[in-house]
């Protein structure tokens, strides 16, 4: 029996609830409840303590077995969250994976649903508790014009970003993640194979975007350590992080892409191109990415993700995915406040941040769009480094800025004022290059022979590299007006610069592909930089004639030809379509060059992001008896090349997810191109014999 309830002082009669509700508690006659009780449907109870069988009564049993019923369902609940998205260390092992098919079940953290029987508490250790949560804070937004008149007026210290460790996931974004992870592991290769792709691929991995296993700056990748690399792919893939688990899944992507035909028929089922398995990483590295943005908008293991899948967009010959993917790791680095961390040269956050906006100011000069980044963005200062490679492409992420804005700014005004200010800006800015060509580059990377065997593959691509792309900005600074030197000689400097910028592409690349640490390295953007040197080589004598000499001419030609065998042994080794289409091109042109072009069909393509080529065949049949026609033109004997393009290399057309307008697509789908040609010329190549029957190996040009 329980205690007596305790008496309440005299002139008490509201109920309970009426006094916690501070109403009048009204009771109407012959009623058992108030009204304001019976108005809300609760329980009318005196002000005092029942006795235990007052506490049986028929409205409290309801309520107890209604709280039941909601602690039953809070538990199922509980029970029903996924494992992973509970706190583990992220170093943890579980187990090797066993089977490349089952990779979902290699840990706990992936496979497991169970709950843990609790969750830490974590104790604030501040005293007073901010009125602010900075760990919430954007840290793209610190120089924002209201936070910074809220820090100007406030009477407290500046609020400031707090660095934190990933936000946990919610449980759909945990069921997401599993859900991926489930849908790649058929595609993940055994341990054995992975440790092979590792094995044949580390002399490479200085070349790609640093790789970090860890928060130093020193915790990084590099060649010899097998054991290491393929615990952190483990660990990544267990680690429950979206970033850390794609950034694993696309370096394990970029040594499928690396290693030779020969070698990858062991290492993946026959019935999987190569290109299309990496294709497959990258699809589930977005999903993931996805997930990484979703609750902060970046992460730094994110923006590091994103410079691989640039990376791989390269050497795929996929110009407008890297741009993409550029723009997002830009993105993705403003959110997570990068710039601003990016004070010392050392640091990862500094190093993924200026890979990023860099290349996106290459790969938006090259495609002719306009940059995410203005000169006066933070973090765009140049950082104290004695590397000379940081130098010239920290000078040319300046410069290509430069010339987004003068082509972005087309010198197409009706005045002639206009024009001579444009080709201004073109030749301060080819002064400026050719200046810090002297200034940056060490004499010895110039010399003959500079690529020794006992120089590491690292240097050598670097110092190529930085040559090719370099010297492709200055031919590109000059194109424009030198597709203008066929009809005004005021711009007869423009093809002398881009002529001897293009003959400096082909040495450059012809000395690194016959280096026989260079021969196997895939870049089909590079190849494809160098195909349209050799392009430029072989048309800059037809547009502009009388600044052209047979020898010179001669000699070029010599140059296209071994551009095209480079070309035709990077086809053989690897998997390169930009390769095996520039070599068919290049022979075309040849051909074409000494009037010998005899196929039964016209030859039409288009270049992405260099214009038109068009070659007429021959009249001429081998075994054909030449006999001069009474009416014959001069025509007749000749294979005409026509060439058209946008000078300034500006609206190229873009679909929906680029595949149709990517260096590796079909270049003689005709569809492709630029929306409006604002350039185009054709010419006479041959004859191979003149209209007497001897023979001759002119090249004379004409203009359509």
């Given at each position: 029996m329980g205690l007596p309830g305790k008496r309440m002082r005299l002139g008490t009669k509201s109920c309970a609830e009426c006094r916690r509700r501070k109403v009048r508690c009204i009771f109407a006659p012959g009623q058992d409840r108030c009204d304001q009780c019976q108005a809300h449907s609760s329980s009318c109870v005196p002000q005092e303590k029942q006795d235990a069988a007052d506490e049986a009564s028929p409205s409290g049993t309801e309520d107890v077995v209604a709280l039941r019923k909601r602690l039953d369902e809070l538990e199922t609940l509980m029970r029903g969250l996924p494992g992973d998205m509970l706190s583990q260390p992220s170093g943890s092992i579980h187990g090797g994976l066993t089977d490349g098919s089952t990779a979902a079940s290699a840990s706990p953290s992936l496979a497991d649903s169970r709950s843990p029987p609790s969750i830490p508490f974590?104790?604030?250790?501040?005293?007073?508790?901010?009125?602010?949560?900075?760990?919430?804070?954007?840290?793209?937004?610190?120089s924002s014009p209201l936070m910074g008149l809220f820090n100007e007026s406030s009477i407290f210290d500046a609020i400031t970003y707090t660095t934190?460790?990933?936000?946990?996931?919610?449980?759909?974004?945990?069921?997401?993640?599993?859900?991926?992870?489930?849908?790649?592991?058929?595609?993940?290769?055994?341990?054995?194979?992975?440790?092979?792709?590792?094995?044949?691929?580390?002399?490479?991995?200085?070349?790609?975007?640093?790789?970090?296993?860890?928060?130093?700056?020193?915790?990084?990748?590099?060649?010899?350590?097998?054991?290491?690399?393929?615990?952190?792919?483990?660990?990544?893939?267990?680690?429950?992080?979206?970033?850390?688990?794609?950034?694993?899944?696309?370096?394990?992507?970029?040594?499928?892409?690396?290693?030779?035909?020969?070698?990858?028929?062991?290492?993946?089922?026959?019935?999987?191109?190569?290109?299309?398995?990496?294709?497959?990483?990258?699809e589930t590295a977005q999903t993931l990415l996805q997930l990484d943005t979703e609750a902060t908008g970046g992460t730094l293991d994110g923006v590091e993700s994103m410079n691989l899948l640039y990376k791989l967009s390269i050497n795929a010959g996929r110009p407008q995915r890297a741009w993409y993917w550029n723009r997002q790791a830009v993105t993705a680095a403003i959110c997570c406040g990068l710039p601003k961390k990016s004070t010392r040269g050392g640091e990862r956050s500094a190093q993924a941040w200026s890979m990023a906006w860099r290349a996106e100011r290459y790969m938006a000069m090259t495609l002719g769009l306009p940059s995410s980044t203005s000169a006066l963005h933070p973090g765009m200062e140049q950082l104290p480094d004695e590397n000379p490679v940081v130098a010239i492409m920290y000078y040319l992420g300046v410069v290509c800025g430069k010339i987004i804005d003068?082509?972005?700014?087309?010198?197409?005004?009706?005045?002639?004022?206009?024009?001579?200010?444009?080709?201004?800006?073109t030749i301060d800015l080819g002064e400026d290059i050719e200046a810090a060509k002297q200034r940056l580059f060490p004499a010895h990377w110039w010399a003959e022979g500079q690529l020794s065997a006992d120089l590491s593959q690292a240097?050598?691509?670097?110092?190529?590299?930085?040559?090719?792309i370099f010297l492709t900005v200055l031919k590109l600074v000059h194109l424009p007006y030198m597709l203008r030197a066929a009809t005004d000689s005021r711009y007869a400097h423009s093809w002398d610069t881009a002529m001897g910028a293009a003959r400096d592409i082909c040495t450059t690349y012809c000395d690194f592909r016959h280096w026989p640490k260079g021969g196997a390295e895939l870049c089909q953007v590079m190849d494809f930089r160098a195909f349209s040197a050799a392009l430029v080589l072989v048309l800059g004598?037809?547009?502009?004639?009388?600044?052209?000499?047979?020898?010179?001419?001669?000699?070029?030609?010599?140059?296209v030809r071994d551009v095209a065998l480079c070309l035709r042994q990077t086809a053989a080794v690897m998997e390169c379509r930009v390769?095996?289409?520039?070599?068919?091109?290049?022979?075309?042109?040849?051909a074409a060059r000494r009037g010998v072009y005899m196929s039964d069909d016209d030859y039409d393509v288009m270049i992405p992001y260099f214009g038109k080529i068009r070659i007429n065949k021959s009249f001429f049949q081998p075994g054909q008896e030449v006999q001069k026609p009474e009416a014959a033109s001069a025509a007749d004997f000749f294979n005409t090349v026509e060439f058209s393009t946008n000078d300034f290399l500006v609206d190229f057309q873009f679909d929906g997810d680029g595949s149709a307008a990517e260096l590796c697509c079909d270049w003689t789908e005709l569809g492709l191109g630029y929306s409006s040609m604002d350039w185009g010329q054709s010419f006479m190549a041959g004859p191979f014999f003149d209209m007497e029957g001897e023979v001759a190996a002119a090249t004379l040009p004409g203009q359509a």
């Open positions: 974590q104790q604030n250790n501040h005293i007073y508790p901010s009125l602010i949560n900075t760990e919430q804070i954007n840290p793209a937004l610190q934190t460790t990933s936000a946990p996931l919610t449980p759909t974004a945990s069921s997401r993640l599993r859900q991926c992870l489930a849908q790649f592991a058929p595609f993940l290769p055994r341990p054995e194979r992975v440790s092979k792709l590792f094995d044949r691929t580390q002399q490479y991995w200085p070349i790609w975007p640093p790789y970090f296993f860890g928060p130093g700056d020193t915790d990084r990748l590099a060649p010899g350590q097998l054991q290491l690399a393929e615990k952190t792919f483990h660990n990544a893939l267990i680690s429950g992080h979206p970033g850390q688990t794609a950034k694993a899944i696309l370096f394990l992507a970029l040594a499928i892409q690396q290693t030779p035909k020969s070698l990858i028929q062991s290492l993946i089922p026959p019935t999987i191109q190569q290109q299309d398995l990496v294709d497959t990483y990258i003068r082509d972005q700014n087309r010198g197409d005004g009706d005045g002639d004022g206009d024009r001579r200010s444009h080709y201004a800006t240097e050598g691509w670097y110092r190529q590299s930085c040559k090719v004598h037809w547009i502009a004639p009388a600044r052209s000499t047979p020898a010179a001419a001669d000699a070029d030609a010599t140059q390769a095996e289409q520039a070599v068919r091109t290049l022979d075309v042109l040849d």
